[in-house]
């Protein structure tokens, strides 16, 4: 099936926005940097590593499992620059991590951090050529990024090994001698304005903001940070350039810089390219900003913030003001504390809200350093309507949760769970790519020692009970911050920047008395023991063969067992299909069969979280049929396997589960709606691609009806007229894998005459037009046009591959840098199924769709005369450009799992696609791909696709109008109507 990687921006991180119809499919949002994103829970603990640990020999403390090798070099001018030799690395990556943000904003040019990022990007003394940076990395199977947060700002790319002397050559340069051309400081004024513009009806960074405009408003945290075009301009004695050009001067210096280099070159190399070119970068001996103003005074202590949110939640939250204690990390207090919280253990306050069907989740996390002189510590809980009327109650319990901690104390008995929890994944912990991590270590290397880099989040040296009650006193009323998120709030202020309502009110003793005493009577308890702690953690030999082996083969059962020869490990990933014939089905049952699978999910996530701390995770889905998806860990997952299974065969919803499960899943469909409408290109696409597909209308009238009987009777069929399909990658044995099968097989009614078949797709057809045009309630507009070939072959996917490599630096710099139409700009490969093509996409804020249109004919026609001129040596580059990536190794087993399940579901038993894709692109000439593309111009040889979404701002203009388009209106009649005319 065909990869889509939606390219957004040649210089940015790629952000899966397709969840594709085609497997392994995505359309990746590429921004050219961003401000920090909202915080987030991290869903779980962090995992600190023992302190029995041995340091690597340049002092890092390294996972066992971790076979780099690092050094770290300090330069004359005050940079650190931690080197990474990789041997097995398919790509090199580098980092460079600034110690300013937009905390230093000047109060005249609000955004000019992030500002700055973006212009720093547009040429330098040695490579004046602003598209010069891009279309390098491009052509080298590069990409990069930036992105400025509240404290620093981190600059990062990935390329070709072979290349990355010259990719740091450019790279350094930005802080050695970047130009600065007056000329793009009013287009990227234009650029931070539609970053903004994309994100300023986002809960997320609404949320953020309504946080930081409500503590102390002296506070640098409390100002405006992204930007955008009545922030940033010439003010009367503040002109934008001047001011960009001394922040540049007085905070880009060496000595507030970290840098990392990882590559395959010995360490001798890595260390030579770090001085050769980070050394010259000049040092001014800038102080570290420093922040001394309190972040909360009396005045912002004790309050009730009501906000009315975009999408429909409801969220209780409590966020208290801590001190920064990120120097603690070798104790993790706020981890222990939070531990205690997320835990849903019977008995404990997540397991009481859930019993009440008051809450989906409850969850803690600490961000130690948000405010740079302080922190936060937030507990949140997702409530249902119940939830909601009971949200003081909910309030209370809490705080009396929190005084019992107080009381009873963190015991040293959790600290063991934790700390062997933690250890276990220390000692076997997965890698990351190079491009990730590399950012991660630059980032690092500014807030911890730099021995402790790499395990600083991973480390819990000893029990340390007087740093926990720290923080436990930290979490008291009259430090108190308490939100309550629901559309049905009373507000009283509007946000400035944002589309955001709010009110803020004194919450006095009086009031948490009164919640408290509502809480009074609810008997809470602390955790139990974790039953799913893996015990056994060796690793099976290997045998004689790491081939992906047939070990079960017998009527209505078919078992896959691929050992893993580069992650030996014990962990694995199983994939358990129990698959139906679906086609059958209409919308109706297809739905009750999600409500019954989510309700289960929902009433688990008990076992779900405890697993989770455990190491191991599994998930639970209907499609067609029932799927199992068990990873982590392996010593428990036939016992995880059997409960799952075995709870969800006699599982049955009370009649409020079930009303607050529809409900859920209502918000979540409706909810879409209102993602980015770039983001929501993808889902869209999909929706009506994928067979079978149906409106969100017709979705909720389906869940709407759905009974309990509906539930029950859907449940019971996913276990009966099953053929079972099972795949483990990993650490497993002929034996151990048929324990776990006889465990699935024992809860399923077989019916081997079952035929496999995968997820279908609509067929595409050549000389037609396929426009999907909706209205959404948000103010930009978004569009995709794929071309899509009605040809399944490698080959073609292998065109559509390096067609993709070719145009998207080009389309973004001429829509995004040149014309400044939007902030996400891309091309990547896309398809249906196996059917491949390439998409073009644009969210903007300036122009409507039938303009969009216009400019992406003039760039396709454009791009026809570029190919053509183009030389032998450009399109070998950017051809390589692929092959490195598709040769590229797995950074983990989940990825190497990944790619076998793959060929698994299209029951290709060589597992040798990317090998055959290799090969195809090996083959391909530049002449090759001049005559793809005309094929892709050329109307009557592909199927046209267009994903129309037209924002508040353009209501008053048209959608595209193509001749004789089959426009969807209805989902469901148009993919009877067009597969019955195949048929």
Known sequence: ???????????????????????????????????????????????????????????????????????????????????????????????????????????????????????????????????????????????????????????????????????????????????????????????????????????????????????????????????????????????????????????????????????????????????????????????????????????????????????????????????????????????????????????????????????????????????????????????????????????????????????????????????????????????????????????????YPLQHIVDYSYRLDSYNPQAINEVLTQLSPDNARVWFIAPDVEVDQRLHYFDGEYRVEALNPEIIDSWRAQAQDIEVSLPSVNTLLPEDMSVKPLGDSTQAQQVINTAGVSVWLQRSERFQEPRANVSVQLFQDTSEQDLNQRMAAQVAVSAFNLAEQALAREASIAGVNYDLSAGQGLALNLSGFNDKQTLLAERVLSSFANYEPSASRLEQVKDRLRRQIENQALQFPVQQLGPRYNSFIQLPGANPEARLQALAAVTLDDVLAARDGLFNGVTIRALAVGNYDEESLQSLVAVIRDQVELDPSIQYDRSQVITPRSATTVSYQRDVALEDVALLQAWVLPDDSLATRAKASVMAELAHARFFNELRTEKQLGYAVGVSPVGAGDYAGIGFLIQSSVASLPELKDHFTSFQQGFAEHLDDMSDETFTESKQGVLVSLREQPQNLNQEASRVRADWARENYRFDTREQLIAEVERLTNEDMQAFYRMLLDSDARMQVLVQLRGTKFSDTDFIDIDDAVVVDDIEAFQQQWQGSDD
Not at 144 to 161: E, G
Request: glycine share 6%.
């Open 1 to 447: 099936m065909t990869t889509a990687r939606f390219r957004t921006n040649p210089r940015s991180m790629r952000k899966s926005l397709l969840s594709s119809v085609i497997t392994g499919a995505c359309l990746a949002l590429l921004v050219g940097c961003q401000p920090a994103p909202e915080p987030s829970s991290p869903n779980g603990s962090s995992t600190p590593a023992s302190s029995q640990q041995q340091a690597s020999d340049s002092g890092i403390y390294v996972s066992p499992n971790d076979s780099r090798e690092y050094a770290v070099v300090r330069l004359d001018n005050g940079l650190d620059v931690v080197v990474v030799r990789d041997p097995d690395a398919d790509k090199a990556a580098a980092a460079l991590n600034v110690h300013v943000g937009s905390m230093q904003n000047p109060d005249e040019q609000l955004g000019l951090a992030h500002y700055l990022e973006h212009m720093l990007f547009l040429g330098t003394e040695k490579y004046p050529d602003p598209d010069e940076y891009g279309e390098f990395m491009s052509r080298h199977g590069g990409m990069h990024n930036a992105y400025t947060a509240d404290d620093h700002t981190n600059y990062m790319f990935q390329i070709n090994n072979d290349r990355l002397a010259d990719a740091l050559d450019r790279f350094s340069d930005f802080f050695k001698a970047p130009i600065f051309d007056p000329d793009y400081s009013e287009k990227e004024i234009n650029a931070v304005d539609s970053e903004w513009s994309m994100r300023r009806a986002s809960d997320g960074f609404i949320l953020f903001k309504l946080n930081n405009i409500t503590l102390n408003p002296e506070h640098p945290i409390a100002r405006f940070r992204i930007g955008n075009k009545e922030s940033l301009g010439d003010k009367e004695g503040s002109i934008l350039y001047d001011e960009m050009l001394d922040f540049y001067r007085r905070y880009y210096s060496a000595n507030l810089m970290t840098a990392s280099i990882i590559g395959n070159y010995p360490l001798a190399e890595l260390e030579q390219m770090a001085h050769t070119y980070f050394a010259d970068i000049p040092n001014h001996d800038a102080p570290a900003p420093e922040i001394t103003t309190p972040v909360v005074t009396d005045a912002e202590r004790s309050r009730q913030i009501f906000y009315r949110p975009q999408m429909e939640m409801r969220v209780l939250q409590i966020d208290f003001t801590i001190d920064n204690n990120i120097d603690q990390f070798a104790y993790q207090p706020n981890e222990l504390v939070a531990y205690m919280i997320n835990s849903e253990m019977p008995g404990t306050p997540g397991a009481f809200l859930r019993e009440q069907g008051w809450a989906d989740n409850l969850g803690a996390y600490a961000q130690p350093n948000a405010y740079g002189n302080a922190g936060r510590f937030i507990i949140q809980a997702e409530l249902t309507d119940t939830g909601l009327e009971n949200r003081e109650v909910i309030a209370g319990m809490l705080f009396n949760y929190i005084d019992k901690l107080r009381v009873e104390g963190v015991d040293e008995a959790y600290f063991d769970e934790v700390r062997t929890v933690l250890n276990n994944r220390f000692q076997f912990l997965q890698r990351t790519n190079a491009f990730n991590y590399a950012t991660q270590l630059a980032a690092a290397m500014q807030h």
